[in-house]
């Protein structure tokens, strides 16, 4: 099993910057990817920027250039840092966590972090 929780959403200005946290535990070795998900009220959950086991990293078109993905192996931590924010990345984002165990695809979630950009 995989656990995975969030911190370090909240209320920013547009322009502003936030960093999301995600903390991973349990079978975290066979996990082969992070990635960061979002979903805003009515919409469905889309992906914004993923980075696997390797440190290959990808983006969803409208974050590129604004938005980091990165982990920190030693603290099983994976980061979203997000620059230059604007009211259309207000969402709730969550972290996920993809392996394949015995030729099964598994995702695992965290609970979510509320972004609200916002003058």
């Known amino acids: 099993q995989v656990r995975l929780v969030e911190s370090g959403g909240g209320l920013v200005q547009p322009g502003g910057s936030l960093r999301l946290s995600c903390v991973a535990s349990g079978t975290i070795f066979t996990i082969r990817a992070m990635n960061w998900y979002r979903q805003a009220p009515g919409k469905q959950r889309e992906l914004v920027a993923g980075i696997t086991k390797g440190g290959t990293t990808n983006y969803a078109d409208s974050v590129k250039g604004r938005f980091t993905i990165s982990r920190d192996n030693a603290k099983n931590t994976v980061y979203l840092q997000m620059n230059s924010l604007k009211p259309e990345d207000t969402a709730v984002y969550y972290c996920?966590?993809?392996?394949?165990?015995?030729?099964?695809?598994?995702?695992?979630w965290g609970q979510g972090t509320q972004v609200t950009v916002s003058s």
């Open positions: 996920n966590g993809h392996r394949v165990v015995g030729g099964t695809d598994e995702d695992y």
